[in-house]
């Protein structure tokens, strides 16, 4: 008697030998299924162990081992571990959520996905889309590049089944590629890598080296980056230090490293460490009549009150705004940044050229270690290789261009089908665009990739040299809606912030294109390219829309951008965003007289907020972006000075006046720290004691004296 079990079955074997091999490997692999739900079924039972747990990513799971699991979920099982994940297109391919398993699938499990034959699958719509359509678009009137993209990649980079096809057509497991050096499957977690005893040498010089000279340790996923950490700390108690901070945006980010302590504990034991306290996110020990201890704190609370600590060890960094990196950095002057390089975000590449830029500038003895050898999973392993190859992320940049020469001499042109971008034929271009994008915006995700290729209603321009993409702009069609009171249309958000903000529903139905994203390459960068760009993306649209929009987080550097093109500035978000944590600006460019209208009521209702929120919500907002803002809409009145300041009259007598007088004359004050200063004390109505702390002065007489001596030298040529 046989049965779909047996081993004398060939798809039994086969399906049993791959998966012994990837066990023996400690590999994972990606593998699809193509074909009928039945046909998917059967090939299930086949593959997924007896003892295997896995997860199916979506609503309603069509295997028993496998739990649902939302995909706006995952992200928070990352740092655990699954046996398997299945995805099946009827319930919806997200890119984040294939990103994500990746890091996930333990060594010697499966990401299997299941699809239908090709002309089905190319042709349906996917559900996952849903969510990223502007009003009224469904994923009926997506262009399908994601799943043509899909298709075209995996059937290269993953191992593939297909109905109908009978043994010899199914993969040779031979080709898989073997480890060049398996880790144990139980190796001893607290005794470091070769790779990791490099970066605790690291670590080691950032703790009793030179202050103020930060360690940026990064790695792909599954390098043992976040064990490292803990076995640093480890190291550090035993070399004496005492007092060791962690910090990630949430604590389980660093279980992995508060595991590894755990671990150690006998180890420390004999060093003479005696346990005192251990609960979640804290371990204290007793040690020669001395306190040692490890502590998590969140990093907005070490913003507010610095720790005192001999070390703090931040993990995950790229999922912290960079300006709450910024403060970290300069309140701790021993400080270790682990970042993820191809994480589930898509890409650290962005983050780290922002970050680096910044520790150029501030901390010229910084250092930075990559690990490389992959621990919890053998070298070589066919699942990263496909993600790497799915999500762009397989190959070095192209050489730059840097020859000013070559630059001048740009075409460019709009992508008017995007979605053939997925073709392979066109892989160097699309790959080319995913890292622009990726280095304009730091927490670029594989959704981006994917939304890309499936939006119809935007704009893609593009400047090349040498046939080389070296600038992208990227916009998306909003607004055209219907006036309904309380309703809250998916997308659009620009014409429906206007309309709360104003009150004003004419904003509603105007059209528009908003840019989601300019980017130039890094190595030709300020040369104008960014800003030719977008002249011709405005003059294309001339009688295409009623405005053109912009939002994004603010920096005065950006917003002199856009205003020196013309563009008004329209809001400023009163909180900062999670992501950013900056604020979030939005900023217009009429072209109709309709848009016209309604753009200049809404600046001047604008500005007049603004200035007043200076005094308030936004009292500590930074002073250039205040500035940037200030100076980006049409000047105030000029009003009288109160000469009577630099005599002997009180500060608080001419406070109004003065502010009035500021509030005219920017355009005419050169930026100075000074400036920045008295922009603080007279137009946020900070107290005197916050600016005499950002001043180098000892008080505020001394403070208030150097303010006399500059408003005079101001104004003597008005």
């Known amino acids: 008697m046989t049965s779909s079990n047996a081993p004398s079955n060939p798809a039994q074997i086969w399906a049993d030998d791959l998966c012994t091999q990837l066990e023996q490997q400690r590999h994972r692999a990606c593998l699809v299924l193509c074909g009928s739900a039945d046909w998917h079924q059967a090939w299930l039972k086949r593959l997924i162990r007896p003892n295997w747990q896995g997860l199916f990513i979506g609503e309603t799971s069509p295997h028993p081992q496998a739990t649902p699991q939302n995909p706006k979920q995952l992200r928070h099982l990352l740092g655990q571990e699954t046996d398997f994940a299945l995805f099946d297109a009827e319930a919806g391919l997200e890119a984040d959520a294939l990103g994500i398993v990746g890091g996930l699938i333990r060594a010697g499990g499966l990401c299997l996905i299941c699809l239908p034959p090709k002309a089905d699958f190319l042709n349906h719509p996917n559900p996952a889309l849903a969510a990223f359509l502007n009003y009224p678009l469904t994923p009926e009137d997506s262009l399908k590049g994601f799943q043509a993209h899909l298709w075209h990649q995996l059937h290269r980079h993953a191992l593939w089944l297909e109905e109908n096809q009978i043994d010899p057509a199914w993969p040779n497991l031979h080709h898989l590629p073997s480890a060049p050096s398996t880790p144990p499957l139980n190796r001893d977690v607290t005794q470091p890598t070769a790779d990791q005893a490099e970066a605790l040498h690291a670590i080691q010089h950032v703790a009793f080296g030179h202050r103020k000279r930060p360690l940026l340790l990064t790695a792909d996923r599954g390098r043992g980056k976040s064990t490292t950490l803990g076995l640093a700390c480890v190291a550090l108690l035993q070399a004496g230090k005492r007092r060791l901070t962690l910090s990630a945006a949430r604590l389980p980010q660093v279980q992995t490293a508060f595991d590894t302590i755990e671990n150690a504990l006998p180890q420390l034991a004999l ?11 804290l371990v204290i020990f007793d040690i020669d009549q001395d306190v040692a201890e490890i502590r998590f704190r969140a990093p907005d609370d070490l913003i507010r009150a610095p720790a005192d600590t001999e070390l703090l060890l931040v993990d995950e960094a790229a999922h912290l705004p960079l300006p709450m990196l910024f403060a970290l950095l300069k309140s701790h002057s021993r400080t270790v940044l682990a970042s993820t390089e191809h994480g589930y975000e898509g890409s650290g590449r962005g983050f780290r050229l922002k970050l680096t830029e910044h520790l150029d500038a501030h901390y010229p003895g910084w250092k930075r270690h990559t690990l490389t050898t992959p621990i919890r999973w053998a070298d070589k392993d066919p699942l990263e290789n496909t993600l790497n190859q799915l999500f762009l992320l397989d190959t070095a940049p192209e050489k730059d261009i840097t020859d000013p020469t070559l630059i001048r001499q740009v075409q460019i042109e709009r992508i008017d089908h995007p979605a053939e971008l997925a073709q392979p034929d066109n892989r160097a271009d699309l790959q080319r665009l995913f890292q622009l994008l990726t280095q304009a915006h730091y927490q670029t995700r594989p959704n981006d990739l994917m939304q890309l290729l499936e939006i119809p209603n935007q704009q893609l321009w593009v400047a090349r040299a040498q046939g080389q993409i070296v600038a992208v702009l990227f916009a998306v069609g909003e607004g055209g809606l219907p006036n309904e009171p309380g309703r809250r249309f998916q997308g659009h958000l620009f014409p429906q912030l206007l309309k709360r903000h104003t009150h004003h529903p004419d904003w509603l139905s105007l059209n528009g294109w908003r840019i989601q994203r300019l980017a130039v390459w890094p190595s030709v960068q300020r040369l104008g390219l960014g800003r030719q760009l977008t002249a011709h993306f405005i003059e294309a649209n001339q009688t295409e829309a009623d405005t053109l929009s912009v ?168």
């Open 551 to 718: 939002s994004f987080s603010a920096d005065a550097g950006l917003i002199r951008f856009w205003t020196s093109l013309d563009f008004q500035p329209l809001h400023l978000g009163l909180k900062r965003d999670q992501a950013s944590g900056q604020h979030s600006a939005a900023l217009c460019y009429p072209l109709t007289e309709k848009a016209a209208r309604l753009t200049q009521q809404a600046q001047q209702q604008f500005q007049s907020e603004f200035a007043w929120n200076l005094t308030q919500p936004f009292q500590h907002l930074e002073s250039d972006l205040a500035l940037a803002i200030l100076r980006g809409q049409p000047p105030a009145l000029p009003s009288h000075f109160p000469n009577g300041y630099l005599q002997d009259q009180p500060f608080e007598s001419v406070a109004f006046a003065l502010r009035q007088w500021t509030l005219g004359q920017l355009t005419q004050l050169e930026d100075s720290d000074t400036l920045a200063l008295w922009l603080r004390k007279v137009v946020q109505h900070q107290a005197w004691s916050d600016v005499v702390a950002a001043s180098p002065f000892p008080h505020r007489k001394a403070l208030e004296a150097h303010f006399k001596n500059w408003l005079a030298q101001q104004l003597a040529p008005i």
């Open 271 to 281: 060093s003479g460490f005696v346990l005192r306290e251990k609960r979640p996110g």
